[in-house]
């Protein structure tokens, strides 16, 4: 049986949709050569278009470099994950935004080995420990990195801050990066606290 924080952060899911049968980067470039709509989505993919890198020590198909949080009119926040204590860093250090303001999270990542299909980021938001958001956006299918692209990089859609008494303070938040096979590739927690004033 899952336990309530995986439920609260399950993807949604279309009914009757299934993941498509799994298979390598070569068995993509070969699939179809005279299909002019497939090459044109293959080539959307990046697939067959560089030298795939890959990390021969790190088994991980995707190796999130950073989170960024963008503030209109202020520097970004970022949060390098390549480096050690990274993720006690983001759960013990909260980021601070004014209330109301517009803000947007920002990821910078790379592929390895496999194509990956459907990537989707979750979040699940609480105060006082009662969840008071479910955000759910879509990154998308990528070919492994390049030389030439070796990160990719997601803006996410803009969100408001909460405003007033009543919606500032400090929230917690347990988010994930999670792929249609349903494999997570990063959980963490982070929090926010939402004041007057920066």
């Known amino acids: 049986m899952a336990s309530k924080e995986e439920d609260e952060l399950a993807p949604t899911t279309v009914e009757g949709f299934k993941v498509g049968e799994k298979k390598t980067v070569e068995e993509y470039a070969k699939l179809d050569q005279n299909d002019e709509s497939l090459r044109r989505w293959k080539e959307s993919l990046g697939i067959g278009s560089g030298d795939a890198l890959a990390d021969p ?18 520097d970004d926040i970022t949060i390098d994950l390549t ?30 080995r496999q194509v990956l299909s459907g990537l989707k980021y979750l979040q699940a938001l609480k ?6 958001a479910k955000d759910e ?45 349903g494999v997570t590739h990063l959980l963490f927690e982070w929090s926010v606290d939402i004041k007057k004033e920066w």
Do not use: C
């Open 57 to 74: 020590n790190d088994p991980r198909t995707v190796i999130i470099r950073s989170l960024a949080l963008e503030v209109e009119g202020r």
């Open 127 to 132: 105060r006082k420990g009662i969840r008071v």
């Open 83 to 112: 480096s050690k204590g990274a993720l006690d860093t983001l759960k013990n250090t909260p980021f601070t935004i004014k209330e109301g303001a517009r803000f947007r999270m920002k990821v910078q990542f790379r592929v390895q």
């Open 137 to 181: 956006e879509m990154i998308g299918s990528y070919a492994p990195s390049t030389k030439d692209n070796p990160w990719y990089e997601k803006k996410f859609a803009y969100g408001e801050a909460p405003s007033g008494m009543m919606g500032r303070g400090h929230y917690d938040a347990t988010s994930k990066f999670v792929d249609d096979d």
